[in-house]
């Protein structure tokens, strides 16, 4: 099987401070990847980069996905071939609605007219699946959202827009055991129904328990310093991230 996200000695600052440095990823495609470690080791700059955010620049190396070069493409292109961003804190959008955003980000990714009757009956099913009720579709994206009902939104635009790779950014943070559960619930029905490849950014692990996880990686000062199996997660779980810090010197 090829490799769905090649990431080459990858380099990455935030204005002059270098952020990411030399770091190595692949992921094909169908794998679920865990992506640990401590604050500040450039998670969230990963996923960013990944997905084209303009404040972060790639000093050194390349990203390719699904065989192509997209180091320099701009955001909006990187979805339309497939990528998909979660955010830890996501963003309220007042004047648009939440139905109007995912039809208006279907059509814009895939570049066809949606038809209304069959994407607001599929919409009902994934929210039922959520435990979302149908008027938060109404809505305006976000606005008024509890935190939970925030990850929820993001993880139905998930299940609408269908991308080859789901990038989760601690999409599981801040929320109670049941929405944990219902988000899990979510990210389940992406795999099956799709069988796309997820790079699940997360602290936590609870989130991770009904998941089938190919390989963890953890995340210290810019650089991968461990790749393992789901056996890993247990091994951070009993001893934290201070075993591998010493690895980056």
């Known amino acids: 099987m ?3 996200l090649t990431i080459d000695n990858l380099s990455v600052n935030i204005e002059e401070k270098r952020v990411l440095d030399g ?3 692949k992921i094909k495609a169908g794998e679920t990847h865990v992506l640990m470690g401590p604050n500040g080791a450039g998670k969230s700059t990963l996923g960013y980069t990944i997905m084209g955010n303009p404040r972060y620049t790639v000093c050194a190396g390349k990203i390719f996905f699904d065989g192509e070069d997209i180091t320099t493409l701009p955001a909006d292109k990187r979805a339309a071939k497939g990528l998909f961003l979660s955010f830890q804190t996501p963003l309220e ?3 648009i609605t939440l139905e109007s955003f995912i039809r208006s980000s279907v059509q814009s990714v895939t570049g ?3 038809r209304l009757f069959q994407f607001q009956k599929e919409l009902k099913e994934k929210m039922a699946l ?5 008027s938060y579709a109404k809505r305006d994206l976000n606005v008024g959202f509890s935190g939970g009902e925030r990850k929820k939104s993001e993880i139905l635009q998930l299940l609408m827009l269908k991308p080859k790779l789901a990038i989760l950014d601690e999409t599981d943070s801040g929320l109670d055991v049941d929405a944990v559960r219902t988000v899990s619930r979510g990210i389940e029905e992406y ?3 799709v069988n796309g490849s997820l790079l699940i950014i997360t602290h936590s692990t609870k989130i991770l328990e009904s998941l089938k996880i190919d390989q963890t990686h953890v995340l210290v000062k810019g650089k991968i310093v461990k790749d393992s199996g789901a056996e890993l997660i247990e091994k951070i779980n009993s001893s934290g991230f201070e075993q591998f810090e010493n690895k980056t010197n």
């Open 112 to 114: 066809q007219r949606v």
């Open 191 to 193: 795999q099956k129904s």
């Open 23 to 25: 770091l190595s990823l």
């Open 2 to 4: 090829s490799d769905l």
């Open 93 to 95: 959008v007042p004047g």
């Open 130 to 134: 959520l435990n979302m009720d149908e």
